[in-house]
């Protein structure tokens, strides 16, 4: 579910997470923390208290209370942490010749 703009009030933050099943996996972006994200499965929520509860994948003993009117964002879209996709491969720049000796690689533009 995608909201145009996204959720700006509790009410309508508590509309989202309650159309999600237990053990959904969401990215959590807060108020209190820019840039950091908060990800895992939907543990728990509490309207009354006004937090949900993120159960880690990778620690299972770890699991993160948040406020309800802490909510920046959330990404609904992944099913588990990790990237998206996997990097392209690459090459380095410097490489090895026959003799022993380190140089730039033939092809490379920026020399």
């Known amino acids: 579910m995608t909201f145009t703009p996204p959720p700006k009030t509790v009410d309508e933050f508590w509309s ?34 006004g937090v949900i509860v993120l159960q880690s994948d ?3 003993d770890k699991a993160h209370v948040i406020r309800l009117d802490d909510l920046k ?7 588990g942490s990790g990237a998206l996709s996997s ?18 690689r033939q092809n490379n533009p920026i020399q």
């Open 16 to 49: 989202l997470i309650s159309s999600y099943a237990i053990g959904k996996y969401l990215m959590i972006y807060k108020k209190s923390e820019p840039g950091i994200i908060t990800q895992g499965r939907l543990a728990a929520r509490d309207r009354a208290i």
């Open 58 to 60: 990778n620690y299972p």
């Open 87 to 104: 990097v392209a491969p690459m090459e380095g720049d410097w490489v090895l010749d026959p003799y022993g000796n380190w140089t730039r």
């Open 73 to 79: 964002l959330i990404d609904d879209t992944r099913t």
